[in-house]
């Protein structure tokens, strides 16, 4: 009897040791997904006409006949077209 007693108390003790350790697991990947950095779209790149420097769409200064990353370069370019 006694070592039916042990054998039952192994058992549950085995059970809730895989129990938690399952849970763990679960909630490590949960906590893993949480601190995963948000990605952002991808920015549109536009090159200035005056001198070819790669920057941002929205850091662009628009002109009328393209985008430009200043505006000193937009009037260089543009002042001599008139």
Not at 18 to 37: F, M, Q, S, V
Not at 46 to 71: F, I, N, W
């Amino acid at each position: 009897m006694k070592y039916l007693l042990v054998l039952a108390v192994v058992l549950v003790a085995v059970y809730v040791w895989r129990n938690n350790r399952l849970t763990g697991d679960e909630d490590a990947a949960k906590a893993a997904a949480r601190k995963k950095p948000k990605l952002r779209a991808p920015t549109i790149m536009v090159a200035c006409l005056e001198c070819g420097t790669h920057l941002p769409e929205s850091e662009a200064v628009k002109g009328r006949q393209g985008a430009y990353c200043c505006a000193e370069h937009r009037q260089q370019r543009e002042g001599q077209g008139s």
